[in-house]
């Protein structure tokens, strides 16, 4: 599962290593700052987000946008030119590099089922966990967001949602039977905004009723148990 989905958060939020045109949604890249260029200019490769660029040199993403008037900042090229410092007569608020740390949204369960894969415990679930239920169960939006892709690019997992909390946080349900929400939609906490379907069990033997379910803080998968409240 983390293979796959990965490619198609490179699509939709500009992960590394899928296609030409990306958008800059999830970091991939290492924590670790280093120093601009003397050219004051990033060239951006194939692969590469604003969010891993902006980590990468120590600045915020807003930053980058505001400097190369990128908007809200989700569409990046390859061998498009960022500058890396703030143009004459910039704002302080832009001027200043600053790396955001945002607490996480107050989640829910996404659905009422039991845990049927824990995270780590096999390939499947190397970047979530999967929940049980019955076919056509409500899928509901463990926190209010953005829907920032919603479609079924994703051969096997069904139709797929990602929703963005803020900045930092973001939720992934895949395996849906059906969505019912569209991209660029705003949810609130709780919300349906799926019916489950039916997705793989290790070893591919079989298939069940049930969601694959991720949250990612700055574009790292975490255990969502050690998030969600305690049933």
């Known amino acids: 599962m ?19 045109t990306q958008r800059g949604g999830v970091p991939t890249t290492s924590s670790r700052t ?4 003397r050219s004051g200019v990033h060239i951006v490769r ?4 604003l969010y891993s660029i ?26 498009q030119r960022l500058r890396l410092s703030p143009p004459a007569g910039a704002t302080a608020s832009t001027a200043t590099p600053l790396l955001q740390v945002e607490a996480p949204p107050r989640w829910q369960w996404p659905v009422s089922g039991t845990v049927l894969g824990r995270y780590g415990e096999s390939p499947l679930t190397a970047s979530g966990i999967q929940i049980g239920g019955r076919v056509g169960d409500p899928v509901r939006a463990a926190a209010a967001g953005q829907v920032v892709y919603s479609g079924s690019g994703l051969i096997g997992y069904g139709e797929l949602l990602i929703i ?12 849906n039977q059906a969505r019912l929400v569209a991209e660029g939609a705003r949810v609130t906490a709780g919300q349906q905004i799926a019916q489950m ?14 969601l694959h379910f991720e949250i990612r803080r700055i574009g790292q998968p975490i255990d969502p148990l050690s998030q969600l409240p305690a049933r």
Not at 54 to 79: C, E, F, M, P
Not at 164 to 175: E, F, I, P, Q, V
Request: net charge positive; charged share 15%.
């Open 164 to 175: 963005k909390h803020s900045d930092n946080w973001l939720t992934a349900y895949g395996y």
């Open 34 to 37: 280093a120093a601009a260029p």
């Open 197 to 210: 379907g039916e997705g793989p069990t290790p070893g591919g033997s079989k298939r069940v009723a049930m």
């Open 2 to 20: 983390t293979r796959a989905l990965f490619c198609i958060l490179c699509v939709v939020l500009g992960l590394t290593g899928c296609g030409t």
């Open 46 to 49: 194939d692969g590469e987000t």
């Open 54 to 79: 902006a980590r990468r040199y120590g600045l915020s993403v807003k930053q980058l946008a505001a400097w190369n008037n990128l908007g809200d900042g989700t569409l990046i090229r390859v061998n």
